[in-house]
């Protein structure tokens, strides 16, 4: 083989090299996954909840199905906790304890 072929063959190898390289170092992760602590959102595996950044999320997902895996204290939150749902229509996370809860008053708010 000609020195220019075998340098360019280098070359390329080198390349795809340093691409897999950095392929293989990337995190391959759902979308969805960082969101809640595990499952599908199927009713046969149901997104796991595990703390409040993922009680929150449910709030996005409200057609699928949700499971409470851990105790949620939601006493370190910066402000009022948002309930999730309607009276019509309210969330039911399953077993498990979400205390310390502050829900804005519904001092003022009409009752429509």
Not at 50 to 71: C, G, M, P, W
Request: some cysteine; glycine content about 6%; overall charge negative.
């Amino acid at each position: 083989m000609s020195k220019r072929f075998t340098k360019i063959v280098s070359t390329n190898l080198a390349f795809l090299l340093v691409i897999f390289t950095l392929l293989h170092q990337l995190p391959i992760v759902e979308a969805q996954s960082a969101e809640f602590a595990g499952g599908s959102g199927d009713p046969n595996d149901p997104y796991l909840i595990k703390t409040a950044e993922q009680l929150d999320n449910v709030r996005n997902y409200l057609d699928r199905h949700f499971k409470l895996a851990a105790n949620i204290d939601l006493s370190d939150l910066e402000s009022e906790w948002v309930p999730i749902g309607s009276q019509s229509a309210p969330c039911a996370p399953g077993m498990g304890v979400i205390y310390r809860v502050k829900v804005p008053s519904c001092e003022g708010r009409s009752s429509s």
